[in-house]
């Protein structure tokens, strides 16, 4: 069993997913229902967004109270290109 693990992460040597993590989107509005309703208290709310530090249980119980669907789960990159889109809408609805 273990070589068939083996194989089926080889290039990774980790689980699908799990290079990806919980992340508020500009929806927020800091109400922290997902820090109250985490059922391992793993959220917590740092200047008025909600933070997931490691190891979170991938239970998605935040995802599913959050009253503005401000969740979602990526990976790193995805979530920097998220960030950088909307940094770049930002400002071009300024000028």
Same mark, same amino acid.
């Given at each position: 069993?273990? +070589?068939?693990?083996?194989?089926?992460?080889?290039? +990774? %040597?980790?689980?699908?997913?799990?290079?990806?993590?919980?992340?508020?989107?500009?929806?927020?509005? !800091?109400? !922290?229902?997902?820090? %109250?309703?985490?059922?391992?208290?793993? @959220?917590?709310?740092?200047? !008025? %967004?909600?933070?997931?530090?490691?190891?979170?249980?991938?239970?998605?119980?935040? !995802?599913?109270?959050?009253?503005?669907?401000?969740?979602?789960?990526?990976?790193?990159?995805? @979530?920097?290109?998220?960030? %950088?889109?909307?940094?770049? +809408?930002?400002?071009?609805?300024?000028?």
């Amino acid at each position: 069993m273990s +070589s068939f693990f083996n194989n089926l992460f080889k290039k +990774s %040597r980790s689980l699908p997913g799990l290079d990806a993590r919980f992340f508020a989107t500009v929806d927020c509005d !800091g109400c !922290g229902e997902c820090e %109250r309703r985490c059922p391992t208290g793993h @959220i917590k709310m740092v200047e !008025g %967004r909600p933070v997931w530090p490691k190891p979170c249980l991938l239970c998605a119980s935040c !995802g599913s109270v959050c009253p503005n669907d401000a969740i979602r789960y990526a990976t790193e990159k995805d @979530i920097e290109e998220y960030w %950088r889109l909307v940094n770049e +809408s930002q400002q071009n609805s300024e000028e």
